[in-house]
């Protein structure tokens, strides 16, 4: 068992600054405390008062056998002290519990703290008083006595216990060996300070002596008092030197490596500097000089608006100012060659000859009356507005609109039918560059707007990209399929494109990465689409929407002869005199191998037949081939479509109508069949039918049941029959109300026995009390029925004007009914009935 021994007062003292209501700081210095004895074996020499005087600390452990410097300035605190000099100078110093409390009352505060003797006073012309207190023993507060006007509570000596033997003095060893190893890597710590705590056996005052130095948590410095065993107060202290000797190593390590960088930096500065004043002596030019005299060049030539200029002179100064080795210094000069590159004031001058732009696009594509007409009518505007401008036509006095120079166009129509190649022919058309960007797929809103500068690897976005590259200001910026834009949880690049393509907005466009506002209302911004209920309505309300429909058989015929055919003979190193289409050759491929609304598939067919015909050459077998309809089936295989044959094959039973509809790829033919078998389970309907078709089934169904009488239906039919109506292809999604027709036409020939004509193709939607509504896209459906081999179409009566619409030939190749309710069509399109 380790002997014990009881401890009185100790010698050293040190200063340590105490924070009360107005504090003061004080230096660390050592306070001679006079001859004091080492320690005592007699406890009651401490002679501790049953009461004492408390004195909150805020932030401050005093430990015995230490001496303190205490400023006070709470009036309360100051009457302690008065009254504690004029006795016997005791007091009780408490640590506060929350050092932010200004005054703590007794629950604030902890219950072990330290019996100190006031060992001298001073008073200050501020009212404070500054203490230096001698720490004499461990104190227990049992009960507070006495609030006001200060604390005094009842108080118990808690002896200090200091074990001897090998262990405690291993501990002490270790303890003194750490303490040392911090002051090597603090050299704040006073030389004496760590040579007193070598030369002293004593291990509470060790202990005592370091914790009250260096720095702990205030929870750290009451635990060390608050234990009664020296060794274990030399454990906790030992745990706490080695985490402050890691932390210590670490701070060190990285203030080393910081150092290291500077002085590599400025090293590196002090060279370039030399290498610089060395170059002016020599006569040499300096080279970030030359650099910056350059930009200042560019800038000058760049001709840039106010606001830009003044951007572009603040980065060049900046620049100028900083070493090339710096890292700003490279995305300055980044910044500044963007800046310096684009076409600030750089124009085409447009060609306004109309004659010439309408021999341009008569030559480059056939057909396409409307957007030929739409573009003759931009190119005469700007003709009129250049000769006239100033004179004819006064000035706007509108000061919230200016007046708008652009145009923003968008094609929808199905693939194929020359949307993109239209935009390179307008471009010719006017004189002006031509460029394509594709928006399919793009969902970061930084591709139309460019990233921040404050990113590592910004750049401007696609806009001004483009501008750079064309070196024009005006271009022709065709952005084809808009309508396929994504979006996700960086950004919507369709809102983006709200200021884009919008005139009122876009001549002071602002690019993230530019931060300064550019011109894009002389640019004339074509978009192309296959639908356009993908694109969201604002910015669909900024375009200028022109509808591109399918071909028919006539226009794809002269588009093969005129353009695909020799195209291809070009492109399979052919000569023109060595290959030619018959007039019947080529519609034996729109007909049989070819069903579509452009004519990609058609040139692709071409192609395969070309390409067949230059093998035979190449190989010496022909020089020179006429392709028939003949030649056609044999070097394209069996036919892929039969024209007007699968109209007759689907309806002539009852129960099949044919029905016209709208895709994304153009119009097309759709098949509804109906068919019944025994039961009374009502009525079902398949083929991937969205909502809207299935109320127009649901509405077709309770026509025919509610006007079974009239037509002929026994009244017990619904009670004796299932009904399901089905709609081909069943992969395939649809909706729409448009087939309301369809599927009564059809549902009316399977309760009848009477077959649908093969000829008659219909589209509209029917109310629950028979009326024939109007529908869209009339011209994609009559083309894609004139396509399909139908020679009669109905039609609702409403939708009369949409036959203007459609060319001459098929107006003319075809007849048309016009109807206002289901009886007509079910006498228009129903055969006779089948015995």
């Not at 948590?217 to 030992?238: A, M, P």
Request: charged share 30%.
């Amino acid at each position: 068992m380790p002997s014990t021994k009881r401890l009185g007062e100790e010698k050293q003292a040190q200063a340590i600054n105490i924070e009360d209501e107005q504090h003061v700081e004080l230096s660390t210095e050592s306070v001679p405390s006079g001859d004091q004895s080492e320690h005592s074996s007699d406890e009651s020499a401490l002679r501790v008062p049953p009461d004492l005087p408390i004195l909150p600390l805020r932030g401050l452990v005093v430990y015995p056998q230490t001496a303190m410097p205490l400023n006070i300035g709470q009036k309360r605190s100051i009457r302690l002290v008065d009254e504690a000099v004029s006795g016997d100078r005791l007091i009780g110093l408490v640590a506060s519990r929350n050092p932010e409390l200004e005054t703590p009352e007794p629950q604030d505060i902890y219950t072990v703290g330290t019996m100190a003797a006031i060992l001298r006073l001073f008073r200050a012309p501020d009212g404070t008083i500054r203490l230096l207190v001698q720490g004499l023993a461990r104190i227990r507060v049992d009960e507070y006595i006495q609030s006001e006007p200060f604390l005094r509570a009842r108080v118990t000596h808690i002896p200090e216990i200091v074990e001897e033997g090998n262990e405690v003095e291993a501990l002490k060893r270790m303890v003194v060996e750490q303490f040392s190893k911090l002051a090597e890597l603090v050299p704040s710590v006073p030389s004496d300070l760590v040579n007193s705590t070598l030369n002293t056996n004593d291990p509470l005052q060790i202990v005592y002596a370091i914790a009250t130095y260096i720095r702990l948590s205030l929870e750290d410095y009451q635990r060390i008092l608050e234990l009664d065993s020296v060794s274990e107060k030399l454990r906790l202290l030992l745990q706490i030197l080695s985490k402050e000797i890691e932390v210590q190593e670490i701070s060190r390590k990285i203030q080393s490596q910081t150092q290291s960088a500077i002085e590599q930096g400025q090293r590196e500065f002090y060279l370039r500097e030399q290498l610089k004043a060395i170059r002016r002596a020599l006569g040499e030019e300096d080279e970030q000089f030359a650099e910056v005299e350059q930009f200042r060049q560019r800038i000058a030539a760049a001709q840039m608006p106010e606001e830009a200029l003044r951007e572009a002179e603040r980065e060049l100064e900046r620049m100028s100012r900083l070493p090339t080795a710096s890292a700003e210094y490279g995305v300055i000069r980044t910044y500044l060659d963007w800046m310096t590159s684009l076409p600030w004031a750089k124009r085409t001058e447009d060609n306004l000859n109309i004659r010439h732009a309408r021999q341009v696009l008569d030559a480059d594509h056939y057909g396409l009356k409307d957007v030929k007409e739409r573009i003759l009518e931009f190119l005469a505007v700007r003709r009129l507005r250049a000769e006239r401008y100033g004179k004819a036509v006064p000035k706007s006095d509108d000061q919230t609109r200016r007046d708008r120079q652009g145009a923003i166009l968008c094609f929808v129509g199905p693939p194929g039918v020359g949307k993109t190649s239209l935009g390179a022919s307008i471009a010719r058309a006017m004189g002006r560059k031509f460029t394509r960007m594709s928006l399919g797929g793009v969902r970061d809103e930084a591709e139309i707007r460019g990233f921040r500068r404050t990113y590592i690897g910004a750049m401007p976005g696609r806009i001004i990209q483009t501008l750079r590259r064309v070196e024009t200001r005006n271009p022709v910026i065709m952005l084809d399929e808009i309508d396929k834009l994504g979006r996700d949880f960086r950004g919507d690049p369709s809102a983006a494109l709200l200021e884009v393509l919008d005139p009122e907005q876009n001549y002071e466009f602002r690019d993230h990465y530019l931060d300064v506002p550019f011109d894009l209302s002389e640019v004339l911004f074509i978009t192309t689409a296959n639908e356009l209920d993908p694109i969201p309505p604002p910015l669909r309300d900024r375009m200028e929407i022109i509808t591109l429909s399918g071909y028919t058989e006539q226009e794809k015929l002269q588009i093969a002869a005129r353009y695909l055919v020799p195209r291809q003979i070009r492109e399979n190193g052919l000569l023109l005199k060595e290959v030619q289409f018959t007039q019947e050759a080529l519609l034996t491929i729109i007909r049989d191998y070819t069903r579509e609304a452009g004519v990609r598939n058609l040139e692709r067919a071409i192609g395969s037949s070309v390409r067949k015909v230059a093998t035979r050459i190449a190989e010496g077998e022909v020089k020179r081939v006429r392709v028939t309809p003949k030649a056609v089936r044999s070097m394209l295989g069996k036919p892929r479509f039969g024209y007007g044959e699968e109209l007759s094959s689907r309806t002539d039973l009852p129960g099949v109508a044919t029905g016209l509809s709208v895709t994304a790829f153009g119009g097309d033919v759709l098949f509804v069949e109906a068919t019944h078998m025994p039961g009374n389970k009502g009525f079902q309907y398949t083929g991937q039918l969205g909502e809207v078709m299935q109320e127009s089934a649901r509405a077709a169904f309770s026509y025919v049941r509610a006007h079974a009488q009239e037509l002929g239906v026994s009244p017990d039919y619904f009670e004796r029959h299932d009904i399901h109506l089905h709609v081909p292809a069943g992969a395939v999604p649809k909706d729409g109300p448009s087939a309301g027709v369809t599927m009564v036409t059809a549902l009316a020939s399977l309760m009848t026995s009477r077959p649908v004509k093969h000829n008659v193709a219909m589209t509209g939607e029917i109310t629950l009390r028979g009326k024939v509504l109007p529908v869209g896209g009339i011209k994609d459906k009559v083309l894609a029925a004139h396509r399909f081999g139908v020679d009669t179409v109905i039609l609702p009566r409403r939708n009369q004007p949409d036959l203007d619409d459609l060319p001459e030939d098929v107006r003319d190749a075809m007849t048309f009914i016009l109807v206002d309710d289901v009886k007509e069509v079910l006498d228009a399109a129903l055969s006779p009935k089948i015995d």
